[in-house]
Nanobody
Framework: QVHLVESGGGSVQAGGSLRLSCAAS?????MAWFRHAPGKQREGVSSLDRNGRPIYTGSVKGRFTISRDNANDTLYLRMNSLKPDDAGTYYC?????????????????WGQGTQVTVSS
């Protein structure tokens, strides 16, 4: 069982930045960020495999950066140039796998989420 704890959410104005963190109880090969906005389905934002290869959904490319600190079993998501459409609850997800696709059903472990609000 892998325990994930997200932090770093908050309220910012459009154009602002936030950095989310996800502390894992043990290292996992494949970690990802998903987000869920009211009235929408939960969507994959970004994932990172054991070799450090990232995947981003199209709407965040060039604005978000995923990274991990393996020594501390922590995953990060740096979010720049935030837009109101980026608002929602952000979840960290993990699975022991070589590949890290961005679909919800793939992941085994989930955190409780951290809220991001972006005002226009």
């Amino acid at each position: 069982q892998v325990h994930l704890v997200e932090s770093g959410g908050g309220s910012v104005q459009a154009g602002g930045s936030l950095r989310l963190s996800c502390a894992a109880s043990e290292i996992t090969y494949c970690m990802a960020w998903f987000r869920h906005a009211p009235g929408k389905q939960r969507e994959g934002v970004s994932s990172l495999d054991r070799n450090g290869r990232p995947i981003y959904t199209g709407s965040v490319k060039g604005r978000f950066t995923i990274s991990r600190d393996n020594a501390n079993d922590t995953l990060y998501l740096r979010m720049n140039s935030l837009k109101p459409d980026d608002a929602g609850t952000y979840y960290c997800a993990a699975r022991s796998s070589v590949t890290c696709p961005l679909f919800e059903s793939f992941y085994t472990y989930w955190g409780q989420g951290t809220q991001v609000t972006v005002s226009s």
